[in-house]
T-cell receptor, first 115, second 111 residues
């Protein structure tokens, strides 16, 4: 089975722009979670989607949003980029229980640099 | 104060040594994750456990729900075990629901 894939792997944007990241889960997995990793804050949970609905949400501003499609693929959008949004963005999929109850399978991440 | 605390932050050991990494958390939880991250960023889930002990190869994870504490042990450590080990717990609060992560333990195993 193919693993979790994320596109693009690297991205450079400037302040004020917006960006969309994509995540394709493992086949059969219906839960997709998004995480941000920075040297200062470490790993932080952004949100989780299940059956096209946001089921859990972390403590991030509204500039961070996401959605999930009927095939379980998910996108994450960050609007009005700030320098502090530079980070590795990881998605993870699981069968259905989400990060509270299921093993998370991580993608390779998208490294976003904001100039 | 982070609700999930790990110790030690950094650990250097010799090949073959028995390694212990500790994780404590502040509130009751249903399960706890142990993750491994190699240089380059890839994260692998090692264990998810809600009670007792789990073993996979040379890795052992234990959890004591009452004491709010979990440990990850590596037996017969090897240089390829060098990585960052992160524990994570599902903690709700402040309008947020999701995994809260420890800061990670940077482990280096020298040959």
């Amino acid at each position: 089975k193919a693993g979790v894939t994320q596109t693009p792997r690297y991205l450079i944007k400037t302040r004020g722009q917006q960006v969309t990241l994509s995540c394709s889960p493992i086949s059969g997995h219906r839960s997709v979670s998004w995480y941000q990793q920075t040297p200062g804050q470490g790993l932080q949970f952004l949100f989780e989607y299940f059956s096209e609905t946001q089921r859990n949400k972390g403590n991030f501003p509204g500039r961070f949003s996401g959605r999930q499609f009927s095939n379980s693929r998910s996108e994450m959008n960050v609007s009005t980029l700030e320098l502090g949004d530079s980070a590795l963005y990881l998605c993870a999929s699981s069968l259905g229980g989400g990060p509270f109850t299921d093993t998370q399978y991580f993608g390779p991440g998208t490294r976003l640099t904001v100039l | 104060k982070n609700e999930v605390e790990q110790s030690p932050q950094n650990l250097t050991a010799q090949e073959g040594e028995f390694i212990t990494i500790n994780c404590s958390y502040s509130v009751g939880i249903s399960a706890l994750h142990w993750l491994q991250q190699h240089p380059g960023g890839g994260i692998v889930s090692l264990f998810m456990l809600s009670s007792g002990k789990k073993k996979h190869g040379r890795l052992i994870a234990t959890i004591n729900i009452q004491e709010k504490h979990s440990s990850l042990h590596i037996t017969a450590s090897h240089p390829r075990d060098s990585a960052v080990y992160i524990c994570a717990a599902p903690i709700s609060g402040g309008g947020a629901d999701g995994l809260t992560f420890g800061k990670g333990t940077h482990l280096i195993i020298q040959p």
